[in-house]
């Protein structure tokens, strides 16, 4: 049983080709780094996002958004150890789902001059239930499809 849920992260730009230069720039003010800013920001390599919505609020159409504070090596993995909760959503098992989930997340690496560099990024992650209605502010949301729900 997969549980899947709709994520939308500066991160994935690249990927997605779905944002207009607008839309970039407003979810490119979501990274930060530590320190040297690379010239390259890291990209999201994974094809299906690697979080999982927790049953229990997906069945209640809990909806909530966590940003997560994540530290990519120059090989461009995530260290577990060094992820925290910035943001919080309000709900400990979406909290403790997009934690989960960013331990299976791969990056191309920051680069600066070329070279790959470590960075710390703020990463956000969203929960949506397709049947609840829309929060306040998911208007960038509302282009992409339905998560898969749980089964």
Do not use: W
């Not at 994540?70 to 910035?86: C, K, N, Q, W, Y």
């Not at 998911?138 to 339905?146: C, E, W």
Request: with cysteine; charged share 20%.
């Amino acid at each position: 049983m997969r549980r899947l849920l709709f994520l939308v992260t500066a991160a994935a730009i690249p990927l997605g080709g779905c944002f207009t230069d607008k839309d970039v720039d407003k979810l490119q003010t979501v990274f930060s780094t530590a320190g040297a800013r690379p010239d390259t920001m890291p990209m999201m390599k994974n094809r299906e996002v690697p979080f999982r919505y927790p049953s229990a609020l997906y069945a209640q159409k809990v909806q909530g958004n966590v940003t997560l504070r994540i530290f990519i090596d120059t090989a461009g993995r995530v260290h577990p150890e060094s992820t925290l909760v910035v943001e919080p959503s309000g709900y400990p098992a979406l909290d403790s789902a997009a934690i989960r989930g960013s331990q299976e997340l791969v990056f191309i690496p920051a680069k600066k001059k070329n070279a790959p560099m470590a960075v710390s990024v703020l990463y956000p992650v969203y929960f949506r239930h397709p049947d609840a209605a829309p929060l306040p502010g998911d208007t960038i949301l509302q282009r992409y499809p339905k998560p898969v729900p749980p089964q």
